[in-house]
């Protein structure tokens, strides 16, 4: 396969999120926290008034998992994390492979809570789709999100070719994730679990490969703030910083240790990277 370029465009986008792929439904403390639509839970009991994140999480991610991974980097805010179908608690909701229809549907579950300032953080692929979901808000008049946080994704209009092995057959893909890596060998022996990760990182695939960003101005009434890691293999700076094409208001380039999943990994909560946004 041509590993280098889908490395560069999505590798870590679809592939190292397996170690943390959710299919154990929630902690019992997580299962007080869902809010009344499927596709949103609430995971932080946030100050009254705290500052709005609608976190979407990147390929392979259920809202959970995602949560897991980033604790303590959105810090005194109030954190709501999109639940794609097909995990974790939507296990009996088919996947969307097509990422105009994700976002159609999201923004119709997220316009409820943008009465009042609310941000959205999207990792990876879901920045990819946080992007898109600015854009269907505007079309329907809602409220825009007071910014949009990219994190570890190239631009739309810079994103790498899709391997095209996630439409082979189940050998076929599962020895191409093998290649890449970032799935334990211990998951991959397990049929249940790949019954249950297949579907889901497939469509994830697709919806990766199918999406072409819009002809038309793609431009954001929205500030940006974009995210990078030099230690990230799977994107290059450069690419990051192109974001700035796609905002007519201000935009912040904003650097991170740790690589592709720097959450664990990096001292500076989203906060402090806002601040000091602000203070530049």
């Keep these: 396969g041509n590993v280098p370029a889908f490395k560069q465009g999505c590798r870590k986008e679809s592939m190292t999120a397996f170690p943390r792929f959710g299919v154990d439904g929630l902690s019992n403390s997580d299962q007080n926290s869902r809010v009344e639509s499927p596709w949103l839970l609430r995971f ?10 609608i976190c979407l999480p ?10 897991n991974l980033t604790h303590g980097f959105f810090a005194d805010m109030e954190m709501l994390v999109i639940q794609y179908p097909g995990r ?10 097509d990422l105009n229809r994700m976002a159609e549907q999201i923004a119709d579950a997220v316009r409820p809570f943008l009465d009042r300032p609310t941000m959205l953080f999207g990792h990876s692929m879901g920045a990819k789709i946080a992007y898109e979901l ?8 809602s409220p825009l999100p007071e910014r949009l946080i990219v994190s570890c994704s190239p631009a739309p209009h810079r994103a790498g070719a899709i391997d095209p092995a996630y439409k082979g057959s189940d050998d076929e893909f ?8 970032g799935i334990p060998e211990e998951l991959l022996e397990v ?9 889901v990182l497939r469509a994830d695939f697709e919806l990766l490969d199918r999406y072409r960003p819009p002809a038309d101005d793609g431009t954001l009434s929205c500030p940006i703030t974009a995210i990078f890691s030099p230690e990230d293999e799977t994107v290059t700076p450069a690419d990051v910083a192109m974001w700035e094409e796609l905002t007519n ?23 402090d990277i806002l601040a000091a946004g602000t203070n530049n």
Excluded: C
């Design 44 to 53: 932080t009991t946030a100050a009254l008034g705290a500052p709005r994140v």
């Design 58 to 67: 990147h390929a392979g991610s259920g809202a959970s998992a995602f949560r």
């Design 88 to 97: 974790e608690t939507r296990l009996g909701t088919p996947p969307i492979g």
């Design 134 to 141: 600015v854009r269907k808000l505007r079309e329907l008049e």
């Design 174 to 181: 599962l020895s191409y994730l093998r290649q890449l890596g």
């Design 191 to 199: 049929d249940e679990m790949i019954e249950l990760m297949l579907p």
């Design 249 to 271: 208001l201000p935009f912040q380039l904003h650097s991170v240790s740790g690589g592709h999943f720097y959450f664990p990994l990096h001292n500076e909560t989203l906060p």
